[in-house]
C-alpha cells in the first residue's frame, strides 16, 4: 500500500525550516519529499494536508511505560503482574495516542513488563511505540528503589545488588529475560533518604555492569544526580545519563568529550510537576521546598543551558507516570526546554524527534527519503508554538511504520497556509 500526503508543510526533523512538498510512503518507508510527487496507479491513498505541519513522530527518551500513577515508590510494587501487564500496554496505546510513535525506557517497575509490552506490540496485535525496553533500576542497597526494612520486604521499581558480583548477576539475569538496555541507578534522589547529591553505586559496581551489558550489545543508562555520579557514569561507559543537574564544570567537561556516544536527558517534568502541580496528592509548596525541588530546577536550568552550549545531545523525557505527571502528558517537555532552558522551539523539536532518533538507534526521527515513516500530521505551527504538541486534536494524522494509527484529516478545519 502506498500514501501520498500532500499540499503539507514539511518540517524534517534536521532543524531546516519547513518547507512545501508532498510525502510519498511505500510500506513502512518514506521513497520521495518533495514538489510535484504524482505516483502511478490505483493503489495510492491520498491524504490531503491542506497546508498542516508533517513532522516526525515524537521519541520519548526517558519512557516508564509500566509506571501508573504511583505515589510512592513502593504503589508500583504493590501491583499484581498481571494488571501491572495490562496497565503498561494502556500505557502504552496512551504515548502513541499523543503523537510519541518511538520510547526509549529508562527503566520498566517489574523485570519483564518492557519486554512483554515491546513483543506485543511488535506483533502488531496492540498497538504501541517502537520501544527499546530497558530493565528494573539495579541500586544497591539504602539507594534509590530499595524500599526493604528489616522487618519487612517491600518491592518497587528496584533490584537491589551489592558489590561487582551481584550487580553482573544483576545484568546477566536482565539480559537474559530479553531488556535491550540495563539501568543503573548511580545517586540517589531527593524523595528517599540518600539524596539526589550522594553517589551511592560504587565504581567497580558500574563498571561491572557496563562491561557485561557492553559485552551482551546492550546499552547502559544511569540515575545520575549527583556531579560525581555523572563523572563515574562517563568514566566507566554508561551511554544514556539521566538528570545531571548537579554537574560541576569537570562533569560538564567530560561530558562534551563524550558527545559523540552518549545522550543525557534531565527528566525536568517531576522536578516541575513536583513544584507547581503535586498539592493535590499532599505536595505542598513547603514540603516541595524541603525536598529541594527549587534548588534542583535551579540546577537543572544552570546546567543544560551549558549542555546546549557545548552541543551535547539531549532528549526529552520527564519522568512521566508518576501520579502527578500522567502519562500522555510527555510533550510538555518540548514547552520545559524552550521556557526553562533557553532553546529554541526547532532546537526543542529535534530533541524530541532527530536526536530521539539517533537515541532509538533506528531510522527514525526525520521525514527524509528512505526512513521509517513515523509522521504526525498538525494542525498549526509547532515552530510557533510548540505547545500544539500537547493538544491531542491537533494531530491529525498519526502514522508508525507507514500505518495509519489516527486519521482525522478530513474533519480538520482549514489551515492556516504560510508562505513557501
Known sequence: ???????????????????????????????????????????????????????????????????CGAQRNTDLGDIPPEEHVIETLHNARTLLDAGFTSAYSAASAKLRLDVVVRNEVNS???????????????TVTGGLGDENRLHMNRSSFGIVADGPEAIVQAV???????????????????????????TVMRETEVRAACEVAHDFGRRVASHSRAGNAV????????????????????????????????????????????????????ITKAVAHDLGMERCLENSQRTYEQMRKRGIRVVIGGDYGFAWTPQGTNARD???????????PSEALQCATRIGGELMGLPVGQVREGLLADLLLVDGDPLQDVRLLQDRSRLRLIMKGGAVHKDSVAEARPAVRRAA
Open 1 to 67: 500500500m502506498r500514501t501520498l500526503i500532500r499540499d503539507c508543510m514539511v518540517w524534517d526533523g534536521s532543524g531546516a525550516a519547513p518547507f512545501p512538498a508532498e510525502v510519498l510512503v511505500e510500506g513502512e518507508r518514506i521513497v520521495r519529499v518533495g514538489r510535484g510527487v504524482t505516483p502511478d496507479g490505483d493503489d495510492v491513498r491520498v491524504i490531503d494536508a491542506a497546508g498542516m505541519t508533517l513532522m516526525p513522530g515524537l521519541v520519548e527518551g526517558h519512557a516508564h511505560l509500566s509506571f
Open 124 to 138: 502488531g496485535r496492540s498497538p504501541g511505540p517502537r520501544i527499546r525496553a530497558a530493565s528494573p533500576e539495579i
Open 172 to 198: 546477566r539475569t536482565c539480559i537474559r529475560e530479553g531488556v535491550d538496555n540495563i539501568k543503573l541507578n548511580i545517586s540517589g534522589d531527593d524523595f528517599v533518604p540518600a539524596k539526589g547529591g550522594m
Open 231 to 282: 563523572k563515574r557514569a562517563v568514566q566507566c561507559g554508561v551511554d544514556v545519563i539521566y538528570h545531571c543537574e548537579m554537574a560541576d564544570g569537570e562533569a560538564l567537561d567530560l561530558l562534551e568529550a563524550a558527545r559523540d556516544r552518549l545522550f543525557v536527558g534531565p527528566a525536568i517534568g517531576l522536578i516541575h510537576n513536583t513544584l507547581h502541580e503535586a498539592e493535590p496528592w499532599g
Open 334 to 344: 518540548i514547552e520545559h526546554f524552550v521556557r526553562l532552558f533557553g532553546y529554541t
